[in-house]
Nanobody, 116 residues
Framework: QVQLVESGGGSVQAGGSLRLSCAVS????????MAWYRQAPGKQRELVAA???????NYAESVMDRFTISRDVANLAVLLQMNSLKPEDTAVYYC??????????WGQGTQVTVSS
């Protein structure tokens, strides 16, 4: 059973930083990719950042150069460092793991609120 547990969300003023952490119950290299998604009220869930098993990363254009996704292999976690936060970054952030056969696993989400 795969379990993903997010932490690190909270409230911050515009321009501030937060670091999200996703604790994974399995070795992160067991998955084809790990990712962070977000969903704002009234909007569809969108991809924020992803890291493939080979270390390649990709980011939504809206967070490029502000957010960084990484793996903490020793602690079985995936991190999302978020800098220069904007009010439009306000959303529930979800951790995702995709298996090599295409199965998706999700965490319960963590709220990020950025005030202007």
């Amino acid at each position: 059973q795969v379990q993903l547990v997010e932490s690190g969300g909270g409230s911050v003023q515009a321009g501030g930083s937060l670091r999200l952490s996703c604790a994974v119950s399995k070795n992160v290299f067991m998955f084809a990719a790990m990712a962070w998604y977000r969903q704002a009220p009234g909007k569809q869930r969108e991809l924020v950042a992803a890291i493939a098993v080979d270390g390649r990363t990709n980011y939504a254009e809206s967070v490029m150069d502000r957010f960084t996704i990484s793996r903490d292999v020793a602690n079985l976690a995936v991190l999302l460092q978020m800098n220069s936060l904007k009010p439009e970054d306000t959303a529930v952030y979800y951790c995702n793991a995709r298996s090599h056969v295409g199965s998706d696993y999700w965490g319960q989400g963590t709220q990020v609120t950025v005030s202007s």
